[in-house]
């Protein structure tokens, strides 16, 4: 068991950071969230847009094809929810990578296909981001284009749930995860 | 829709610019179907006998070899969580990559099934009917295989494990289509049993996507 | 579903289970014991086939409990899957060594009969036969998915899933392999037909009645053995955790 005794509400516009120890459960948590580990006990209530459809999961895997080009695998994006491909090109320059567009995945830098990962975010606008460490091999560049975004979003009434290490968001509330450790045994 | 259908688009390109996707079990069908002769003989009458039941065989377990694969690449680089976290329904994705990989691979292994059964002694004239009789069978070994690929799913050297829990999935088609190709070399009436091969293509084009969905859902789980 | 929720705790269910465990056990053997004593020896000499077709005694309850041990991993695999349950997992898990070991039996003995019926150590036009042969590779995958997966949990979802899917194919082989054996004009069964006596019948159901009660207390102990092993891995974790 991770972590027990966890409860919390969020807000459109307001974002929280999970803060913790590494192994402490804040990957575990955003994937409850998201949907994809199913909990032992307990409830995720989302009301209002945030079903499946309404929210969009970056895990600390980037998602990235080593043989596809990068604009491709934005295109791809588009495609996939049925957006405009126009989007991904924009999204592309949003996030710094137009000069890379037709660079193959295995030859971009751990930070390029972050920022790849992030096109994702902005191809397909949905309410609630769960984010698992965005800054993650970013540069001070790219940490205040993680910080842009996610103010962008919140302020157009979106959530943000992310897993933080170091600097965080403006504004944001912050829960630390380490202090939920599961009780030793009696 | 337009999920699952990118996704396929996706994975038929990504499997014929990955590097000749198709050349492996290809080449391990040819292979092992010239193996028969060493088995059974050179005669043309053991060959005629024995020819199209191991073609068979060697058919199945050619579609075998790509269903380790098949999963492993999108749940090792996140991009199966990232479908996950869509919301885009994991039966749909099974269905496409599955279809998309049978596409590229399956296909060829239909279209090499002629020049082996030519070559195992079989009547040039039946090439058609062999070759459409492959093509079915070889899309039910793909989709029953790709149950035993979403569980194996994630596992180092899955390719024992998909073997052992496909292969009692693989009988119906087995039988069905060694019939067929028996009763092409026979002379006989292939029809019916072309008949049951597709639908046992059909069942395992219907059910194996849910199976794998459910599978796949524990890998990421 | 309140029996189910009794059984949701593991400390009820070994504090429940011990007494039932060896109970049935022990009179699994004594039915069969009784059952094969009176099939061996006391059935009718007019019996025309060979002595050693009073093999069916042991063959046929095998077979019958080949496929009960299967379905009730189904009934597990099915709960363990919708409801989470953890002691569905344990009940599934325990049932298939037992189930696998019932058709081997059922397997073994009826190439013996059919030896001392048609001279061969195995027959494929046999659709009975063969049916269980692949449900036997059946009951060997689900057994080597709880070996390969990485967690419990997984495994255990894992193994739900291909009991399932195996469940949902099996009248499909079963289908083929009859057509195969229609096919090849080898249509064989061995049949009870001529024993429907109740000279035959009662030993039959007698060892019948012994292999499922043998099947009930080998599951449990296997059970409480499972759950014996958690909690000292349990323990095991927590000692060095505390370390």
Redesign the interface.
């Known amino acids: 068991m991770l972590f027990e005794g966890l409860s919390f509400a969020l807000s459109a516009g307001e974002s929280l950071e999970l803060r913790g120890a590494n192994g402490s459960g804040k990957s575990t948590l955003l994937r409850i969230l998201?949907?994809?580990?199913?909990q032992h006990a307990g409830e995720v209530r989302y009301s209002g847009a945030g079903?499946?459809?309404?929210?969009?999961?970056l895990?600390?895997?980037?998602?990235?094809?080593p043989?596809?080009t990068a604009i491709e695998q934005a295109q791809?994006w588009a495609?996939?929810?049925?957006r405009p491909v126009a989007e991904a090109d924009a999204a592309m320059k949003r996030v710094g990578l137009s000069s890379r567009n037709a660079v193959p995945g295995r030859g971009l830098s751990a930070g390029q296909k972050r920022r790849l990962a992030l096109t994702?975010l902005l191809i397909e606008p949905r309410p609630v981001w769960?984010l698992d460490e965005p800054t993650a091999a970013l540069d001070t560049e790219g940490r205040t284009l993680v910080g842009q975004l996610v103010a962008e979003h919140r302020a157009r009434g979106g959530m943000v749930i992310a897993a933080v290490h170091g600097e965080g968001f403006a504004g944001s509330r912050v829960l630390d995860i380490s202090g939920l450790k599961a009780r030793?045994?009696k | 829709m337009?999920?699952s259908f990118?996704?396929f688009?996706?994975e038929l390109?990504?499997a014929w610019?990955?590097g000749g996707g198709a050349a492996l079990p290809v080449g391990f069908f040819a292979a092992s179907a010239s193996m028969t002769p060493f088995a059974v003989g050179a005669e043309t009458a053991a060959l005629q006998t024995a020819g199209p039941g191991v073609m068979w065989i060697a058919l199945a377990l050619s579609s075998l070899l790509p269903m380790e694969r098949l999963f492993q690449?999108d749940l090792?680089?996140?991009?199966l969580?990232?479908y996950?976290?869509?919301?885009?329904g994991m039966e749909g994705i099974a269905l496409a990559k599955t279809l998309a990989h049978w596409i590229a691979t399956g296909i060829p292994l239909a279209v090499l099934s002629p020049v082996l059964w030519i070559m195992l002694q079989g009547a040039p004239e039946q090439s058609g009917l062999i070759f459409a009789a492959s093509l079915v069978g070889s899309l039910a070994f793909f989709f029953f295989g790709s149950i035993g690929a979403a569980l194996a799913a994630g596992m180092r050297r899955g390719g024992l494990l998909i073997a052992l829990v496909t292969l009692p999935l693989y009988v119906p088609t087995m039988i069905f289509g060694a019939a067929t190709l028996d009763a092409a070399a026979n002379g006989a009436d292939w029809a019916g049993a072309l008949m049951l091969t597709a639908s046992a293509s059909l069942f395992g084009i219907a059910t194996a996507p849910f199976g794998a969905a459910m599978a796949l859902r524990t890998a990421?789980? | 579903m309140a029996v189910m929720s009794f059984f949701h705790n593991p400390h009820r269910f070994m504090a429940g289970s011990k007494w039932p465990a060896w109970g049935f056990t022990l009179l699994g053997v004594v039915l069969i014991v009784v059952g094969f004593g009176i099939g061996f020896f006391r059935t009718p000499e007019d019996f025309q086939q060979d002595e050693r077709a009073r093999m069916m005694f042991v063959h046929v309850p095998a077979m019958w409990l080949c496929m009960f041990s299967y379905a009730f991993m189904v009934g597990a695999s099915f709960i363990s899957f919708v409801w989470?349950h953890a002691l569905a997992d344990v009940a599934a898990k325990s049932a298939a060594p037992i189930g696998a070991v019932f058709t081997a039996i059922g397997l073994m003995t009826g190439s013996i009969w059919g030896y001392t019926t048609w001279g061969t150590w195995w027959e494929w036009g046999d659709a009975r036969l063969v049916s269980v042969l692949i449900l036997f590779f059946i009951f060997l995958g689900y057994i080597a998915v709880w070996q390969a997966m990485e967690t419990p949990q997984k495994a255990a979802r894992a193994a739900a899933i291909l009991c399932l899917v195996g469940a949902v194919n099996i009248p499909i082989i079963h289908f083929s392999v009859e057509w195969f054996a229609s096919l090849h004009q080898q249509s064989t069964f061995m049949t009870t037909d001529n024993k429907t006596t109740a000279e035959f019948k009662i030993p039959m159901y007698l060892a019948a009645l012994g292999y499922l009660a043998l099947f009930g207390g080998l599951t449990l102990l296997n059970m409480r053995a499972e759950i014996m092993k958690t909690r000292a891995d349990i323990l095991l974790q927590?000692r060095q955790?505390?370390d």
């Open positions: 998201a949907g994809l580990t199913r079903d499946e459809a309404g929210r969009h999961f895990g600390h895997l980037d998602a990235v094809k043989s596809e791809f495609r996939y929810f049925g994702r769960l030793a045994a | 337009s999920a990118s996704v688009a996706r390109k990504l610019s990955g690449a090792e680089d996140g991009t969580d990232a996950a976290g869509s919301g885009v990421i789980d | 989470r927590r955790a505390a």
